[in-house]
């Protein structure tokens, strides 16, 4: 049974404060988590709580911690680990609120996260074995190369460019292409005359003009790394276009342009048309602008992934609606969007069983901590973005589904093929 659960005050890779959770089983089996923090954030994601005082600028989380050392100490003291939605309901029932605000997503999901992982070292198996069981497969991944919007200091207003292996014989294979077109990438940019320094998710930040500068260059990238466009490395963007949208207007600000919402939709599709290796774009419409988001997937929809982010935050509330509506074909995965593994899992249940692929995601500030990785495996889900292949809380995480997949040895050869739309229970 859980013992007890503390927290203390860590830092992220943006060096502000966030949580790190213990959980210390009776046997004294500890499971530790270390929780991630978005920049570009959904307005309806679960509460992150801060103190807001004179600490740290007041990003300090010592209220979180407070809250995991006494009140969810209290209320978990006796109760198995291994029942995660058990332990789960207990912490979201102490809470009390639809969002979390009075212990803090972050307090939650930091223990909801190291239940999970003491339960697994108690039980001996590797955590995506634990939550997963069998049948697994190696996802394919997706990696924010050119940084723009919230997450660089730079004039380009889609926030993340990214590439993806398609044809590869394992995910080291895939990872191995990654790699060497993101050092060609470093090189083409180098070669147009701009600085190569990272944004917050390893990507370059470049300060380049537009959006379309940055896919001619990975285009080059690609060519130049000798791999062909498409086939085996293949292009996603997510435009995180709340953004960059004026709620009073209606209209997108993109760029020095204004858009309205049909122009943004054929700016868009002229993008998809000059470069075809482009698969799957995200939020390419506000979170206060569903009806866009929706006329565009019915334009769209049956010839690319669109991924809804900021408009549903991994809430199965949220995400059922855009469901009923016809908003996208994938949802993006956030543990810390909802607050806890139990739901998190419910959200994924609920997209794959309405045929929406499901992408399981990082946060722009992240932590050593390689949770997303296990869990992607865990839960087949067969696409994870998890920044570039650099700064080492990005890379830890395919690091990680490296030894993965030479854990699960033959069966690690079987890979997930985009789009999947496996159910998935
Ligand atoms: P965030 O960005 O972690 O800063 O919210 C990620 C995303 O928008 O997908
Ligand atoms: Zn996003």
Request: glycine residues 8%.
């Amino acid at each position: 049974y859980i013992d007890r659960v503390k927290a203390r005050e860590i830092f992220d890779s943006r060096g502000n404060p966030t949580v790190e959770a213990e959980v210390i089983l009776s046997d004294g089996t500890v499971g530790r988590a270390e929780v991630p923090s978005g920049a570009s954030t959904g307005e309806k994601e679960a509460v992150e709580l801060r103190d807001n005082d004179a600490h740290l600028g007041g990003k300090g989380v010592r209220k979180a911690v407070s809250n995991v050392n006494n009140a969810i100490n209290q209320a978990l003291h006796g109760v198995a680990p291994f029942n995660q939605a058990h332990v789960d309901k207990i912490m979201i029932k102490l809470d009390g609120t639809p969002n979390k605000g009075k212990l803090g997503a972050n307090a939650i999901l930091g223990v909801s996260m190291a239940t999970a992982r003491a339960a697994a070292k108690a039980t001996h198996q590797p955590l995506y074995r634990y939550l997963g069981g069998t049948d697994l497969e190696l996802p394919q991944t997706f990696h924010n190369v050119i940084n723009g919007g919230e997450h660089a200091d730079n004039g380009i207003d889609i926030q993340e460019f990214m590439i993806t292996p398609v044809e590869r014989t394992s995910f080291r294979d895939g990872f191995e292409k990654i790699v060497n077109t993101y050092h060609t990438l470093k090189k083409v940019i180098e070669k147009a005359g701009y600085t190569t320094g990272l944004g917050d998710e390893g990507g370059f930040a470049p300060d380049l003009k537009s959006s379309e500068d940055a896919l001619k260059m990975l285009h080059e990238a690609i060519i130049k790394a000798e791999y062909t466009p498409g086939k085996e490395i293949a292009i996603a963007f997510d435009a995180a276009a709340s953004y960059f949208y004026n709620k009073d207007t209606e209209n997108y600000v993109f760029e020095g342009k204004t858009y309205s919402p049909a122009e943004l939709g054929k700016y868009y599709a002229s993008l998809f048309e000059k470069f075809p290796e482009i698969i799957s774009i995200e939020d390419p419409y506000s979170e206060d602008d569903w009806e866009n988001f929706i006329t565009f997937t019915k334009q769209y929809g049956s010839q690319i992934q669109i991924v809804a982010d900021d408009p549903v935050c991994t809430n199965p509330i949220l995400i059922k609606k855009a469901i009923e509506n016809g908003m996208a074909n994938s949802i993006l995965i956030k543990l810390n969007q909802i607050g806890t593994v139990t739901e998190t899992l419910e959200a994924i249940r609920l997209a794959r069983k309405n045929g929406y692929t499901t992408m399981i995601s990082h946060r722009s500030g992240e932590t050593g901590d390689t949770f997303v990785a296990d869990f992607t495996v865990a839960t087949n889900s067969a696409e994870l973005k998890s920044g570039a292949p650099a700064r080492s809380e990005r890379v830890e995480k395919y690091n990680q589904l490296l030894r993965i997949e030479e854990e699960l040895g033959e069966d690690g050869t079987r890979l997930a093929r985009f789009p999947n739309n496996v159910d998935f229970d």
